[in-house]
């Protein structure tokens, strides 16, 4: 069975007694970001692997995602909608799926994103490790990293998860753009809002 590599830093974020959030029991926005390597992945459909190390761009935007989840579905072309308009910005979006069901795993992935035709980078991880390192809890469920892989947002995409045209609070976007502009996002953390995670035991 693969293996996800995590860091010692990013184990430590599991194991630390004091690293939680309001919303998150695992990690705190100003800790370093668990590190991990060699998720199966797919790009536009075809095969990749996803690497935190690996990515160039200043921020990072982890979100997991269940492709079976109604909100995800409701998030979709805002996903997509935001990865356009941050190429080319040193913005990566990158997203991964948890779950342990057909819809959520790889094979589906591949054909969901080529049906919405987004070319983000999209990950599972079997083993479940990258969503217990980051105290994932819900999808979607987004984590923006600056330059030095440090948590700097963590929670939801904006105020309306499900009916895009009721958006007011851009969560999101506001963080990173405080980032590319060289300032502390002012909203650090929300209440994550979606399908619950299903994690072995």
């Known amino acids: 069975m693969r293996k996800l590599f995590l860091t010692l830093a990013g184990l430590a974020l599991i194991a630390g007694p004091a690293v939680a959030g309001k919303y998150n029991k695992v990690v705190s926005v100003g800790e370093k970001a668990p590190i991990f ?13 996803l690497s935190l190390g690996d990515i160039k761009e200043d921020v990072v935007v982890l ?15 805002r996903l997509i909608d935001f990865d356009n308009d941050y190429k ?14 057909d819809s959520d795993r790889l094979p589906a992935i591949r054909e969901h994103v080529k049906k919405k035709g987004a070319n983000y980078v999209y990950g599972y991880d079997e083993t479940q490790e990258i969503g217990r390192a980051y105290g994932a809890t819900n999808t979607p469920q987004f984590f923006v990293l600056d330059k030095d ?3 700097r947002y963590m929670g939801a995409q904006d105020d309306s998860p499900l009916d895009e045209s009721k958006v007011k609070k851009t969560y999101l976007r506001d963080a990173v753009d405080a980032l ?14 979606g399908c619950a995670i299903k994690l072995k035991k």
């Open 37 to 49: 390597s060699g998720i199966p992945a797919t790009i536009g459909g075809q095969d990749a692997s």
């Open 63 to 77: 979100v997991f995602l269940a492709n079976h989840c109604p909100y995800v579905v409701a998030a979709d072309d």
């Open 88 to 101: 080319g910005k040193n913005v990566k979006l990158v997203a991964v799926s948890v779950n342990d069901r």
């Open 149 to 151: 892989r440090v948590i």
């Open 180 to 193: 590319l502009a060289g300032k502390t996002p002012e909203v650090t953390e929300t209440r994550p809002i």
